[in-house]
């Protein structure tokens, strides 16, 4: 689990994820990163949930 959490730490915060979008206009790029970060908040979220219900299961 903490290898897995590693390396997506990595590539979320990798200078290689820096982008210049052309194609968007900027306030729908600022948008598209709004709801990019959102879904990763909310997974994060979801993750952190499962797995204290996890551990609490086990422990009855």
Do not use: P
């Not at 959490?5 to 979008?21: G, R």
């Amino acid at each position: 689990m903490k290898y897995l959490f590693t390396l997506i730490c990595l590539i979320v915060t990798s200078s290689a994820m820096a982008h210049e979008d052309h194609a968007l206009g900027e306030s729908v790029h600022f948008a598209y990163h709004i709801v990019f970060w959102s879904l990763c908040a909310l997974v994060a979220y979801k993750g952190f949930a499962w797995f204290k219900a996890r551990n609490s299961s086990k422990k009855r």
